[in-house]
């Protein structure tokens, strides 16, 4: 089943959102992006605050793991964060896409990764994860293990463009549904229950309804949430 709610996840309260396994958390960037019903634009002390806000809320949500990714502009902020609160950080792991922004005219490397991290329990199925091995499918080789290896703590995956047949476009930022599924697939048991408290676009939900699993989505947006809910065929409360 999906659950959407309409509101902030700070003011959400926990009765409502339920017994949860797997958080998979994308807060706002916090570098003025143009959304429909929210702006994206705190004073660093706010933003710095609602980060510990988030990060304790979730630890209490759940004992499962948390995924968190976020804009790496505020990775000092969060690491302060994670420390603050006392989650355990199990791995810092980078999503390096391709088709990123450039920033040739500030003079800059264009911009192609975003952190994430898995916060607060170890809980892998690593076979639902792994990938098959160079000496597998390059090499040939008998010694590779058959099952294949564990992914790289680099994780690549493209960028959702514009003209992506997957783009929503009723969210500025979307990530891609590969990159979800890797990690409910991984990090979620298969009758587990899926919390996205920054909905936008619906991919966490997205791929939740495809793999048959439960799902609870909150979104501050109204015409935000309200676009998602269509396109996943149920209402938000
Ligand atoms: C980075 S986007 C999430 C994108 C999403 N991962 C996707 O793939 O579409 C962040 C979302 O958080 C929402 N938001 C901002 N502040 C919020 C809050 N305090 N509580 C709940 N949602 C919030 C914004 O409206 C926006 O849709």
Redesign the pocket.
């Known amino acids: 089943m999906i659950k959407l709610i309409h509101?902030?996840?700070?003011l959400t309260p926990a009765i409502n959102i339920g017994k949860i396994d797997l958080i998979v958390c994308?807060?706002?960037?916090n570098i003025g992006l143009k959304?429909e019903?929210?702006k994206d634009r705190q004073k660093p002390l706010e933003y710095e605050m609602?980060l510990r806000l988030w990060l304790g809320m979730m630890a209490d949500l759940t004992k499962g793991p948390i995924f968190f990714t976020f804009n790496e502009k505020w990775t000092r902020a969060v690491e302060n964060a994670i420390e603050a609160v006392g989650i355990p950080l199990i791995q810092r792991l980078q999503w390096y896409y391709t088709f990123g922004q450039d920033q040739t005219k500030c003079g800059k490397y264009a911009l192609c990764y975003r952190p994430i991290y898995w916060l607060n329990s170890k809980y892998v199925q690593p076979s639902k994860v792994k990938i098959p091995s160079a000496r597998q499918i390059k090499y040939n080789d008998k010694r590779a293990a058959k099952g294949g290896k564990m992914p790289p703590n680099v994780w690549e995956f493209p960028r959702i463009c514009g003209s992506f047949h997957e783009r929503?476009k009723h969210?500025p930022?979307?990530?891609p549904e590969a990159l979800v599924e890797r990690i409910v697939k991984g990090h979620c048991h298969p009758k587990g229950r899926v919390l996205?408290?920054?909905?936008?676009?619906?991919?966490?939900a997205i791929v939740c309804q495809r793999l048959g699993l439960d799902c609870v989505g909150?979104?501050?947006?109204e015409p935000?949430i309200k676009k998602t809910a269509e396109i996943l065929g149920v209402s938000f409360e």
């Open positions: 509101g902030k996840f700070e994308d807060p706002p960037d959304y019903g929210f609602n929503r969210c930022t979307q990530l996205d408290p920054f909905v936008g676009s619906g991919t966490t909150i979104d501050v947006s935000c």
